[in-house]
Nanobody
Framework: QVQLVESGGGLVQPGGSLRLSCAAS????????MGWYRQAPGKQRELVAT???????TYADSVKGRFTISRDNAENTVTLQMNSLKPEDAAVYYC?????????WGQGIQVTVSS
């Protein structure tokens, strides 16, 4: 059974930092492209960042220079370090794993940015 379990969300003040983690099980983690997506109320889910099996990263323009995605194939985890958070970063953040037709999502974790 495939599981993607996110952790690390919560409430942070504008300008603060959070570190999200996603622990994967039930997949050959190292071959999957891993990603973080987010969905704010009333908006479509959007890509935040992805990292391929070879470590190539992509970022949404809105988070470039502030967020960093990384992966640990030994621990089957993908991490999103979020710095200089803005109120517009508030959303439910989802972990995603993709490899050919195999496409899995986590249940999501809330990130709130507010003073």
């Amino acid at each position: 059974q495939v599981q993607l379990v996110e952790s690390g969300g919560g409430l942070v003040q504008p300008g603060g930092s959070l570190r999200l983690s996603c622990a994967a099980s039930g997949i050959i983690f190292s071959v999957y492209t891993m990603g973080w997506y987010r969905q704010a109320p009333g908006k479509q889910r959007e890509l935040v960042a992805t990292i391929t099996s070879s470590g190539i990263t992509t970022y949404a323009d809105s988070v470039k220079g502030r967020f960093t995605i990384s992966r640990d194939n030994a621990e089957n985890t993908v991490t999103l370090q979020m710095n200089s958070l803005k109120p517009e970063d508030a959303a439910v953040y989802y972990c995603r794993s993709r490899w050919y037709v195999y496409d899995y999502w986590g249940q999501g974790i809330q990130v709130t940015v507010s003073s």
